[in-house]
């Protein structure tokens, strides 16, 4: 048997609905239709009253699951994708993210949001959105690369007492899988080795874990051993494990989907450049998507953001330096 | 029904009547209080930041929170104090946390009308407009979700935030899943300085309720007793599941949008106009003349209660200020995934 990123995801909630009374499901399409993705499949019939269809309303949505949670409930909100998230913004950044802070009471929403670009996704259908909610104190970030992860990681970001932002990437719900589900996981918080190495570290989180991997195993073949850390979650962000991979290589990239303007290969850069710049045998480099609008074009995509061969042209520039 | 029955029954309206309109007058007169020394100490330079007050709208605000209960949500807005008042939130609360002392229910980290109890009931606002009611519809889903019935939610907007998408997502949700909510709109003419006529173009903000399916209630913004009827019966409806009530209510601001601002922009005839009239003036003026109180008890319990803000001033005024050495810099509540620490 095989389960997929995708089922891991209606798995984990399956398991926070039946484990968890308090926890329920708000968004788009997600009760008897089972979700635009079928994240929620079958969810609205086991567990009847808890998986509810909302208005295309994404700051009500949100707004409603900030009362809830302060009334002790557990909400997970579906956006149905992350693009979609914007609509609703206000309500994540400036009312989820200030509870806490203002009124000393937890406020524990999952708002997931479908992220990442798939072929002929287009603009408003493509976006890796996180850098902008890590921006703003008060929230949790996540960025499953793994079926494990995505597992695992969701269920963790219910039982936390604050608001996540569960960035789950569409291109890898179908293809993606494992054997099993993990019965144990590294704590949310901690990154990755997803393949070790001596000769270079390559930094990515979510679907871009892939593609460094893909472009590690054609490096090993010439003899050349990158090492690829994956975040995991990019808030908190784990400096120690990359700054500690570095120590091992002395060379740095960072890729993330997202756009280039600040954002996660920024801030790892800055971090690892202020702490352990003594490290460094070669500037640090990043890659990311040009900076553009995501294009529809299945050739225009794929020029637009990371894949194996870009990555693989940048670590050799890198190797070189 | 016979004569007799008439009048015994007309007698206890009239009791029950000057009851509760004494109750909200009191509530009137102690934020009309409050906010005089606000003004005061604004002008004083002894508050940082902004001060909002609540002069014109105290009818509307004591009928919002006379007409809730314990057990009930409320949301309040900028010019709400004699109904946050009425719903059970302290004087000090309101004076501490408008001062920034530590010991006030935000300690220092946020301020002035951004106060609240939430364990209480009482929902701390956020300054963007509209935001609120969605948030209502949540903790009324929760309550429902719980088996929890008997319970009513009422958030308090201006005109201007009739205008935003949060209040068209959230009366719209509140409508979807028929909730008891009371949404009170004091249209008082102007958001900051921007006129009605260039925030909508229906004839009344109270046409809006059929586009939503829910009911719509008017109400005289500077008529305590219009107020207080308008309320309790759009409470008492939404209590026994008839769904979202609109209620609009027109009045003035007889103040700047803050202390800051001079007004200038308030037209004269509006001014001159019944909606420009000083609810608290009216409401004691109605009371003395169907003769439930004496002018004379009028000015004892205004000096009261200027003496029990005045008492909590000086003591707010002599609490320590925040100590950013001492303060807990973690904007989650699970410490151990922040990225920020203690030290400053």
């Not at chain 1, 000769?199 to 472009?215: C, R």
């Not at chain 2, 948030?135 to 929760?142: D, F, W």
């Not at chain 2, 009911?215 to 219009?226: I, K, N, P, Q, Y």
């Not at chain 2, 004379?296 to 200027?306: I, P, S």
């Amino acid at each position: 048997m095989s389960i997929t990123y995708l089922e891991a995801i209606r798995e984990a909630q399956a398991r926070a609905l039946a484990d968890d009374s308090r926890v329920y499901i708000y968004g788009q399409d997600v009760a008897d239709f089972g979700g635009a993705f079928k994240a929620t499949k079958n969810l609205a019939k086991e567990f009847p009253g808890r998986v509810t269809d909302a208005p295309i309303s994404e700051d009500a949505m949100m707004g409603s699951a900030v009362g809830a949670a302060m009334e002790g409930m557990r909400p997970i909100i579906e956006m149905q994708f992350a693009d979609f998230s914007t609509v609703g913004f206000n309500q994540i950044v400036n009312n989820a993210a200030t509870v806490h802070w203002r009124m000393r009471i937890p406020c524990p929403v999952v708002v997931r949001l479908p992220c990442g670009g798939v072929p002929g996704g287009g603009p408003f259908h493509s976006q890796s959105i996180e850098a902008i909610y890590a921006h703003y104190p008060g929230l949790v970030v996540m960025t499953p690369a793994t079926v494990e992860d995505a597992y695992s990681m969701l269920i963790e970001a219910v039982a936390i007492d604050d608001p996540v932002v569960f960035c789950e990437h569409k291109f890898l719900y179908y293809h993606l899988k494992a054997e099993r589900l993990p019965d144990e996981a590294l704590p949310v918080g901690k990154a990755r080795i997803a393949r070790p190495g001596r000769d270079m570290t390559i930094v990515a989180y979510s679907a871009m874990v892939h593609e460094a991997l893909d472009v590690a195993r054609e490096f090993a073949t010439e003899g050349t051993e990158i090492e690829v850390v994956d975040l995991r979650s990019i808030k908190p962000i784990d400096t120690d494990t990359v700054i500690a991979s570095v120590a091992r290589t002395g060379r740095l990239l960072c890729v993330g989907e997202a756009w280039p303007w600040g954002g996660v290969t920024a801030e790892v850069i800055a971090r690892v450049s202020s702490e352990a710049f003594h490290l460094f045998d070669a500037p640090p480099q990043r890659l990311n998507s040009k900076d553009t609008p995501i294009p529809y074009h299945p050739d225009l995509w794929s020029a637009h953001r990371p894949t194996a061969q870009s990555i693989a042209a940048a670590a050799r520039q890198l190797l070189r330096l | 029904m016979d004569r007799a029955t008439d009048a015994v029954e007309a007698a206890a309206d009239s009791a029950r009547l000057r009851e509760r309109f004494l109750e909200a007058l009191e509530w009137m007169l102690l934020a009309r209080v409050v906010d005089e020394k606000m003004g005061a100490l604004y002008r004083a330079g002894k508050v940082t930041g902004g001060v909002y007050l609540g002069t014109g709208q105290e009818a509307l605000s004591a009928a919002i929170g006379t007409s809730l209960r314990k057990g009930d949500v409320f949301a309040p807005l900028i010019r709400d104090g004699a109904g946050r008042f009425a719903f059970g939130e302290s004087v000090l609360d309101a004076i501490r946390t408008c001062l920034g002392s530590s010991l006030g229910p935000m300690r220092g980290r946020d301020g002035n009308v951004h106060r609240g109890r939430p364990k209480e009931g009482l929902l701390p606002m956020l300054s963007h407009l509209g935001a609120m009611i969605s948030v209502v519809n949540g903790v009324l889903m929760a309550r429902r979700g719980r088996g929890v019935t008997d319970v009513v939610g009422a958030v308090s907007i201006g005109d201007g935030a009739t205008s935003t998408g949060a209040f068209h997502e959230g009366l719209n949700q509140a409508a979807v899943e028929n909730l008891p909510l009371v949404l009170v709109v004091a249209n008082n003419r102007y958001a900051y300085s921007t006129p009605n006529e260039r925030q909508f173009v229906c004839e009344s903000l109270l046409d809006k309720a059929a586009g939503y399916g829910v009911w719509g209630r008017a109400c005289d913004g500077v008529d305590l007793e219009s107020c207080l009827e308008v309320l309790a019966g759009a409470v008492a409806a939404a209590r026994n599941g008839e769904g979202p009530q609109l209620v609009v209510a027109d009045l003035l601001r007889l103040c700047g949008h803050g202390e800051h601002d001079d007004a200038a922009y308030v037209s004269a005839a509006l001014k001159a106009s019944p909606a420009g009239r000083d609810c608290v003036k009216v409401a004691e003026e109605t009371a003395v003349s169907n003769g439930w109180v004496e002018a004379g008890e009028l000015d004892a319990m205004k000096a009261a209660k200027r003496g029990q803000v005045e008492e909590a001033v000086a003591r707010t005024l002599g609490e320590p200020a925040p100590d950013p050495y001492k303060e807990s810099w973690y904007a989650l509540a699970s410490k151990h995934l922040s990225e920020t620490h203690d030290e400053v």
